[in-house]
């Protein structure tokens, strides 16, 4: 199996003329099928910037990105919206909507697959929702559940249309630390029992012990991380 995501020399900057300012510079980075990758860094790093160009929503600048096999460096609106399509993203706020059940939060993630009725849709969106243990609350409202519920409910909508990869940017941010632990070890067992590679964004130290691997940013480069506990060389 390919790596889904495989970076060489990413550079990025916001901004034109005298207002650029290099944010991202020079990233390597490759993913392999169903492991979980913990980025780690402090706020500003890039790490989010990072996340958007690999889940296809910003347009690359220079380097290379190639993610599910798809090369975005060039790639056009077209291509990156279908690519979306095959990734499964978490953010730190569920992004649940609020007037529809959980059921339906879940099945609007197969809105665009082929091939599915509505009624198979409901059926898949049920099935998700017993995965992540909320079998029982298909029919409620993000509003009656709990932070830690709301977040299960986008794991499940995540996964939901078989993504080849889950881009999270801090899905425990909002969560205590027990219902924060619960939502991660739950993504990363359904995601590794697929082989679903996840890259996933934290500030949230309890969490780190679930990654395969972790990586850290500072200042938009990638650097070796610091082990917890680790001799400083002298
Ligand atoms: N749309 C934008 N326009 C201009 N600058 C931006 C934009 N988005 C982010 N930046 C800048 O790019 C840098 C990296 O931002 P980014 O959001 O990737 O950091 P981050 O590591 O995710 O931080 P945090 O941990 O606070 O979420 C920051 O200096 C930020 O101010
Ligand atoms: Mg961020």
Redesign the pocket.
Known sequence: MTAPVEIHGLTYA??EGELR?P?LRDIALALQPGEIVLLT??????????LTLIGALRAMQEGSCRVLGQELMGAGEAQRVALRRRIGFIFQQHNLLGYLTARQNVAMALELHPGLTEAGRLERATAMLEAVGLGDRGDSRPAQLSGGQRQRVAVARALAGDPGLILAD?PTAALDRQSGGEVVRLLRDLARRRGVAILL?T?DPRILDLADRIIS?EDGRIVPTKQAGAVPAL
Do not use: I
Request: a positive charge; zero cysteines.
């Open positions: 916001f901004g300012r944010v860094g402090p706020s500003g790093s890039g790490k989010t910037t990072l801090e964004v500030h940013m």
